[in-house]
């Protein structure tokens, strides 16, 4: 009982930040009776216009959760367009008593689908609402803040399903990389994640290389050595084995050539 005296009030309180019921009404009668056209659109502009006290009231009552007001003001608008739009007066309800829910509706919306960081199922965003609700509940029957069990048998579920709500919850907000993560404040978040690894490209062949290597014989492996190891030009092992510069340049050709052969042959 005393819930629904608590909404009465609240709908009570909402249409009294509602249009001239006069000027209101008239306008959605006129609007419904014209035909299609230039001044059905005019009516209907004036219409929304005439109600858009009731939409910003509806949108503070949800400012304060972390939305900008105007972004909720704009919400709420969209609601009172579509309540504008689909009303019927021969139904006989009175439009704030149709808008009122409608409104309502988008804007909470709003909150189910805009405002988390990563998108999540609509079962775990209506879980981490009825967490929260029965948190703040708890808290002040209890006396203490609530355990898990506490939770999950306050609504009914299992522990595991409340544990899933609370790890959902997280993805409501995000955290910036830029996050200060030490004590002074020279390690940010970002600074902890890692980067690609190119090294890890090149393990597997760093393996199969040795075996590759003993498959050439002496003087190959030692020119192979001299070149990529030592830096050395050809010319250079040209004079400390004592062969040609062209010589050294087919020997290590034709090293290198077994090389890719055998490698490709392991991998």
């Known amino acids: 009982m005393a819930t629904i005296e608590v909404q009465a009030t609240e709908v009570h309180s909402d249409r009294a930040h509602a249009a001239p019921e006069a000027t209101a009404t008239e306008l959605l009668d006129a609007m419904a009776g014209a035909p ?3 001044d ?3 009516l209907r502009d004036r219409a929304i216009e005439a109600w858009l006290p009731l939409a910003r009231h509806l949108a503070h009552r949800y400012s304060g959760r972390g939305e900008p007001t105007d972004d909720l003001v704009q919400t709420a608008t969209v609601g009172l367009i579509k309540a504008v739009d689909k009303f019927d007066p021969e139904r006989g309800v009175d ?11 988008e804007i909470k919306r709003h909150f189910r689908d805009r405002t988390w960081s990563v998108r999540v199922p609509r079962r775990l965003q209506e879980l981490r609402l009825a967490i929260t609700e029965a948190n703040s509940t708890l808290t002040h029957s209890l006396g203490r803040s609530p355990t898990v069990p506490d939770i999950a048998a306050h609504l009914g579920i299992s522990e595991e399903d409340v544990l899933e709500g609370l790890e959902g919850a997280r993805a409501y907000n995000a955290t910036s990389l830029s996050t200060p993560i030490s004590a002074d404040g020279t390690t940010e978040l970002g600074d902890t994640l890692g980067g690609e690894d190119h090294e890890y490209e090149l393990a597997e062949t760093r393996v199969a290389l040795g075996p590759a290597l003993a498959t050439l ?7 192979l050595t001299l070149r990529f190891y030592g830096n050395l030009t050809q ?5 400390q084995i004592g062969i040609s510069q062209m010589h050294v340049s087919r020997l290590l050709t034709k090293a290198l050539g077994k090389l890719r052969t055998q490698l490709a042959n392991d991998l």
């Not at 439009?95 to 509706?105: L, R, S």
């Open 235 to 239: 010319s250079q092992i040209a004079d």
């Open 217 to 223: 014989d002496e003087r190959e492996q030692r020119i």
């Open 95 to 105: 439009f704030a008593g149709y808008a009122i829910p409608t409104i309502i509706g």
């Open 40 to 42: 059905r659109s005019r």
């Open 36 to 38: 299609a056209g230039r």
